[in-house]
């Protein structure tokens, strides 16, 4: 749409779903992985032997290098919309509704931070809405130590002696 009619159209923005980045990752080592093995057992055939090396190499460079962007973006050295790429986008989430339980970065000119979406299954939501967190007890008292001898019970003492009266208690007093 055109500014006279009132709509601008503006850019989506750039949503880059971790998740779909680390995918992405591990697919390309594991192609360099059979690569190699390929090249090791010597299935391949001659123009395929002499380039073998050699991509195995590149795809493990690029591994590596985009390991090294992703870990300039976490430690916000650099712009997370760098990362973006057709394999990694994703819909922004806030217009999607998508709750996939992924992490995803948005660009920093988009002012937003990255975002952890959580994925909750329907059955332990169930179960934590009926129940109630059960009450502390008031205070907890470390207990004692239960020794394994019985202790020897002394004899309860008779009704106790009445204490002679000292010499001044026994005189009267006279005033």
């Given at each position: 749409m055109t500014e006279e009619s009132g709509f601008s159209i503006t850019p989506r923005p750039l949503v880059v779903s971790l998740d779909l980045e680390l995918a992405a990752l591990s697919g390309a080592t594991l192609g360099a992985q059979l690569l190699a093995d390929l090249h090791a057992r010597k299935e391949l055939d001659e123009e395929q032997e002499r380039n073998a090396p050699v991509g195995v190499y590149s795809v493990l460079v690029l591994?590596?290098?985009?390991i090294s962007q992703l870990r300039r973006v976490v430690r916000d050295e650099e712009d997370p919309a760098t990362l973006w790429a057709s394999h990694n986008a994703?819909?922004?989430?806030?217009?999607?509704?998508?709750?996939?339980?992924?992490?995803?970065?948005?660009?920093?000119?988009?002012?937003?931070?990255?975002?952890?979406?959580?994925?909750?299954?329907?059955?332990?939501?169930?179960?934590?809405?009926?129940?109630?967190?059960?009450?502390?007890?008031?205070?907890?008292k470390p207990k004692k130590p239960v020794s394994k001898k019985p202790t020897p019970k002394k004899p309860a003492p008779k009704k106790p002696t009445p204490k002679a009266p000292t010499p001044k208690e026994a005189a009267p007093q006279v005033h």
């Open positions: 591994v590596r290098e985009r994703v819909e922004d989430p806030a217009i999607s509704g998508d709750f996939s339980g992924d992490i995803v970065l948005f660009s920093r000119a988009s002012g937003r931070v990255p975002l952890v979406l959580w994925r909750f299954r329907a059955e332990d939501w169930e179960t934590r809405k009926g129940t109630k967190k059960p009450k502390k007890p008031a205070s907890k």
